[in-house]
């Protein structure tokens, strides 16, 4: 069974540059999360999908990020536009439990390392 | 304000012998904790997880132990190997989900063969 996966690997751009991030859960997960994780920190939640509806985005900075999960099945992650504090590795996640579901744990992608010069 | 605190950034620990790395929380209202294991340019992956209404939860080499009174767990790698040697990062949640997790800032485990 395939894992989470996320494309690019790896992303430098110069600040004020647009960027995103492209991520393909496993195969049948309704469940989608978008991390952010900082140098030297845990991975911090930026938003997560049900299907193709965000429930939950308030930790999402909507003043430059927006994300979308058309058809539910894949999404993307976009910065626009960059600054230097969103230097960081952006992870997607995906569960297979439904919402309500006791003792789920979510899969990760390896992420995209973001570097903004 | 750090919920979920891993106070030692790293640990080592020889081949064989046990490896003990500890996470603390302060919000009450956490009921479900897990730990995850992360290698050099891998994403974290799901190692074991514990809920409230258990003090121990085992599987294999790995035991997580939760202590409500003190908001705290510790995990135990017994025995340690060369292999173990990642970045460990608790992670806690409420109502026994995993759909907002808190995680502290990881502990980097080496273990010396």
């Known amino acids: 069974e395939a894992g989470v996966v996320q494309s690019p690997r790896y992303k430098i751009i110069e600040k004020k540059q647009p960027v995103a991030f492209w991520c393909n859960p496993i195969?049948?997960?309704?469940?989608l999360y978008w991390y952010r994780q900082n140098l030297g920190q845990g991975p911090e939640l930026l938003i997560r999908?049900?299907?193709?509806?965000?429930?939950?985005d308030s930790q999402l900075p909507k003043d430059r990020f927006s994300a979308e999960r058309l058809k539910g099945v894949d999404s993307t992650l976009k910065i626009q536009p960059a600054e230097l504090g969103d230097s960081a590795v952006y992870l997607c996640?995906?569960?297979?439990?439904?919402?309500?579901?006791?003792?789920?744990?979510?899969?990760f992608g390896s992420g995209t390392q973001l570097s903004v010069l | 304000d750090q919920q979920v605190k891993q106070n030692s950034p790293s640990l080592s620990v020889q081949e064989g012998r046990i490896s003990i790395l500890n996470c603390d929380y302060t919000?009450?209202?956490?009921?479900?904790f897990l730990w995850y294991k992360k290698y050099p340019a891998e994403g974290p992956t799901f190692l074991i997880s514990?809920?409230?209404?258990?003090d121990k939860n085992e599987d294999g080499r790995f035991t997580v132990f939760l202590n409500k009174s003190a908001k705290h767990l510790s995990l135990h790698i017994v025995p340690s190997q060369p292999g173990d040697s990642a970045v460990y990062f608790c992670a806690a949640s409420v109502k026994r989900s995993a759909r907002q997790l808190t995680f502290g800032s990881g502990t980097q485990l080496t273990v010396l063969p």
């Open positions: 999908y049900e299907n193709e509806e965000a429930v939950d």
């Open positions: 514990i809920s409230s209404i258990k």
């Open positions: 195969s049948g997960h309704n469940t």
């Open positions: 919000n009450s209202m956490f009921d479900y």
């Open positions: 996640a995906s569960s297979p439990y439904p919402p309500g579901g006791f003792d789920e744990k979510l899969f």
